[in-house]
């Protein structure tokens, strides 16, 4: 597994960025490129936007560049950013989640990540087992959910999980759906229980799926990708 793992990682990265409150020390996390047209189109967490300070993002690479808000909306948040060719988005898993090994980048400092190797343990998530887990997830459609479990659980200054809404990948590569919540082990559960004490912590995931039911109907497009682009022009000529 770990040379599958190694060849994962290599093949991934350049769909992975960090991005960061420029100027604020403790303030980054992770994000995914969806698109590449006109921008640079990339998923990350409401959280770390602030209208106050600039953010940026840096790729697999290295390189930095200043990044946009183009849309914001409850847990998610869409920046733009100047077309960079050498990154390339994420491709989503379509069909149903039987997976049991998976991986998530997550950030170690503002210019370094971490890449980690997980579990798919729950392949669905009832309503009874999220609240046993002690989640505070606001979404309401739990089929769509699933719980991968790793060994990170770094957090900002504002408390919040780095890994919110940083992409979870099959063997394949392909994105199976993203991190929305922490889960805080706290009752029944035994499968759970198991992997918490063995000091892995529980990520609440939606799957890929779904997030693109969420960007159609963010975009008003039933082809997302061509809505961002729609969202993009009229960004521009706004100035």
Not at 84 to 110: L, M, N, R, T
Not at 152 to 173: E, H, Q, T, W
Not at 219 to 229: H, T, V, Y
Request: glycine share 8%; aromatic share 10%; with cysteine.
């Amino acid at each position: 597994m770990e040379v599958k793992y190694r060849s994962l990682f290599r093949d991934v990265s350049p769909c992975v960025v960090l991005v960061e409150q420029v100027g604020r020390i403790d303030y980054f996390c992770i994000g995914s490129v969806i698109s590449q047209g006109e921008k640079t189109v990339i998923l990350t967490q409401s959280k770390i936007c602030n209208k106050s300070v600039s953010l940026s993002v840096r790729f697999f690479d290295g390189r930095k560049q200043e990044a946009a808000v183009l849309l914001e909306k409850e847990n998610l948040c869409v920046l733009i950013t100047n077309l960079y060719p050498k990154c390339k988005k994420v491709e989503f898993f379509e069909g149903i989640i039987d997976h049991v090994y998976a991986a998530a980048i997550a950030p170690a400092s503002k210019s370094s990540v971490y890449n980690i190797p997980g579990f798919i343990i729950q392949k669905s998530v009832d309503m009874g087992s999220q609240a046993e887990a002690g989640s505070s997830s606001s979404c309401s459609s739990t089929k769509h959910q699933f719980t991968f479990s790793c060994l990170y659980g770094d957090k900002g200054a504002n408390k919040v999980s780095r890994l919110i809404c940083g992409p979870v990948f099959n063997m394949d590569g392909k994105v199976v759906g993203i991190v929305i919540d922490d889960m805080q082990y706290e009752a029944k559960h035994e499968k759970l229980k198991g992997y918490a004490e063995m000091g892995y912590e529980l990520k609440m995931c939606v799957s890929g799926g779904h997030l693109q039911s969420i960007l159609r109907s963010l975009f008003k497009d039933n082809d997302w990708q061509a809505g961002i682009q729609k969202a993009i022009t009229k960004f521009i000529e706004s100035g």
